[in-house]
């Protein structure tokens, strides 16, 4: 019997982690799944997010440990890569694998 | 959310990092030195008048360089790629060096061996070995329009022979055909470039500050 069947139709959804359920938050953590590290212009440019927006989501992600910034220099700019830590890369796998389990256990 | 796709979100951000035009730009300087140097070969001979024209590639390589640093780069930002496309751009470069040197060595083998005027050998040989270079480089960098350049190239070669042959153009065509593959690659390139300079710089100094505070 699925859950979804057990809980009289509803899944639940509290296995759906809420720091990558935001669309923002997953549009930079795919982006970030699939490089190494990007800086933020690539980060801006990729997800469509405004700037500020950017900052406050990395914020979120970085409190919850699923990214870091290394603070670094290009010649004599300052340039910051993101990347997804480990945790954050496997809070992503986990955050897919949960939604198509949760996709398929929706009611028709 | 199932639908994510992994592999073309990193294709795109590929993409997205690397099909800034630049490359086309590159590609038709390239292109533009066998247009040129004919007319040079006749005093220089072949080897020194290719020899002549790399410090104009260079020249142009270094503005495309300085082009890439200051006014791209800032635009379109940084991304570092993962193993899966290291691999894959290890394995362009591996494939390049070896179409190369065998072209090199027939084009060699065939001066020597068959030196008794310009035969359709020549073109088609020629030709090829461009189409394998951009096909090669139009699947590992993800830029079809490569493919596209490579069949542009081999047509035109043989074209430009044919043209030749019928006393229409001098140097076996090659300063019509590169010549204007040069000008049409030129122009896609500037096209891709162009729309990607008037992209607004976020910020003055080419960073994002707020950044800097996360």
Redesign the interface.
């Known amino acids: 019997m699925s859950e979804a069947e057990a809980t009289g139709g509803s899944p639940s959804l509290d296995w759906i982690d809420p720091v990558i359920h935001s669309p923002a938050r997953l549009k930079i953590v795919?982006?970030l799944?699939?490089?190494?590290?990007?800086?933020?212009?690539?980060?801006?440019?990729?997800t469509g997010l405004t700037?500020?927006n950017?900052?406050t989501h990395?914020?979120k992600l970085?409190d919850a440990g699923y990214v870091k910034?290394d603070?670094g220099y290009?010649g004599k700019?300052?340039?910051?890569?993101?990347s997804l830590t480990d945790p954050g890369r496997e809070a992503f796998k986990e955050y897919?694998a949960n939604?198509?389990r949760a996709?398929r256990e929706l009611p028709d | 959310m199932s639908n994510i796709d992994l592999v073309e979100a990193e294709r795109r951000s590929f993409r997205s990092a690397t099909d800034t035009g630049l490359w086309d730009l590159r590609v038709a300087a390239l292109a533009s030195m066998f247009a040129i140097v004919p007319f040079w070969s006749a005093t220089l001979g072949d080897f020194w008048s290719a020899l002549a024209y790399v410090p104009v590639l260079l020249v142009v390589f270094g503005v495309l360089r300085w082009v890439r640093e200051r006014h791209v780069r800032p635009r379109v930002g940084v991304a570092r790629f993962g193993a899966y496309r290291r691999g894959r751009l290890r394995r362009f470069t591996v494939v390049m060096l070896v179409v190369n040197v065998i072209a090199l060595v027939a084009g060699a083998v065939a001066a020597v061996r068959f030196d008794s005027g310009p035969t359709w050998l020549y073109p088609f040989a020629f030709g090829l070995s461009l189409l394998v270079m951009f096909s090669a480089a139009a699947y590992y960098l993800e830029i079809p329009r490569f493919f596209v350049y490579g069949l542009l190239l081999i047509g035109g070669s043989l074209v430009g022979e044919e043209l030749f042959r019928q006393g229409q153009v001098t140097h076996h065509g090659y300063p019509v055909v590169f010549g204007s593959s040069a000008v049409l690659i030129a122009t896609v390139g500037l096209i891709r470039l162009g729309s990607i300079l008037r992209r607004a710089l976020p910020s003055a100094a080419g960073h994002a500050p707020e950044l800097d505070d996360v």
Not at chain 1, 39 to 44: K, R
Not at chain 1, 77 to 82: E, G, M, Q, T, Y
């Open positions: 795919v982006e799944y699939v490089v190494d590290a990007a800086d933020a212009t690539f980060l801006v440019h990729r700037w500020g950017l900052s990395l914020g970085e910034v603070k290009d700019k300052p340039r910051s890569l993101i897919r939604m198509q996709l």
